[in-house]
């Protein structure tokens, strides 16, 4: 599975958009995208995944590049409750796959 | 997640003593995992299993031992071979042979040494 790059924090005000960026530069044709968040001593959750298109669910937007190289997770209207590990991740996905998970971003929302 | 439950919620292991975390789920789903976490970093894989009777090792197997006699549980021993092993521990499943295949997470096991 391809590797990902993502900055170790970031911060952003209560009700703004938080835009998390992850770099996958290595990745190949058939590899999705994945985020996951983890609030403090949980299990992590899955958040939303994508292949080349944009997504959007009730929880949050991905954005994919033309080329596939990059990402941002968009969550439109952050609360204090996003405060989280966010995970990007890479994978092929399927009964042989294995998501393998980084540090993460720490996103803190400010009040 | 309501669908997978993991106990206890906090373990203490003296020196030289086994300990086995339990996971059990009802999601129907074939595959089965087990990850460990230690303060300030990511999850990394212990054991696999994609079907009954049937596992794999991760990335950090030694010192760990699992056992899938049944589709709905996934034990985990902890040995005493395991020199180090304070950390949280999640178990995960996820649906096997989906392309877009996601993990569903459980609340963890906290295992310190006493």
């Known amino acids: 599975d391809a590797k990902t790059t993502q900055p170790p924090s970031m911060d952003c005000a209560e009700g703004r958009a938080a835009n998390l960026p992850c770099n996958h530069s290595?990745?190949?044709?058939?590899?999705?995208v994945y985020w996951y968040r983890q609030i403090h001593s949980q299990g992590p959750q899955y958040i939303i995944h994508?292949?080349?298109n944009n997504e959007t669910n009730e929880m949050a937007s991905l954005i994919i590049t033309e080329d596939r190289k990059s990402s941002t997770l968009i969550l439109p209207h952050a609360t204090l409750r996003d405060t989280a590990v966010y995970y990007c991740?890479?994978?092929?996905?399927?009964?042989?796959?294995?998501?393998?998970f980084g540090k993460g971003i720490t996103l803190s929302v400010r009040p | 997640d309501g669908g997978i439950t993991q106990s206890p919620k906090y373990l203490f292991r003296k020196e030289g003593q086994n300990v086995t975390l339990s996971c059990e789920q009802n999601l129907n789903h074939d595959a089965m995992y087990w990850y460990r976490q230690d303060p300030g970093q990511g999850l990394r894989l212990i054991y696999y299993s994609q079907i009954v009777n049937d596992f794999q090792k991760g990335d950090i197997a030694e010192g760990y031992s699992v056992s899938r006699e049944k589709k709905e549980s996934f034990p985990l021993t902890v040995t005493s071979a395991q020199k180090n092993p304070t950390a949280f521990y999640l178990c995960?499943?996820?649906?096997?042979?989906?392309?877009?295949?996601?993990?569903?997470f459980g609340s963890g096991t906290q295992l310190s040494v006493l």
């Open positions: 991740i890479v994978s092929i996905g399927g009964a042989n796959s294995k998501l393998t």
């Open positions: 290595t990745i190949s044709g058939n590899e999705y």
């Open positions: 995960a499943t996820s649906d096997r042979g989906r392309l877009d295949e996601k993990l569903f």
């Open positions: 994508g292949l080349k």
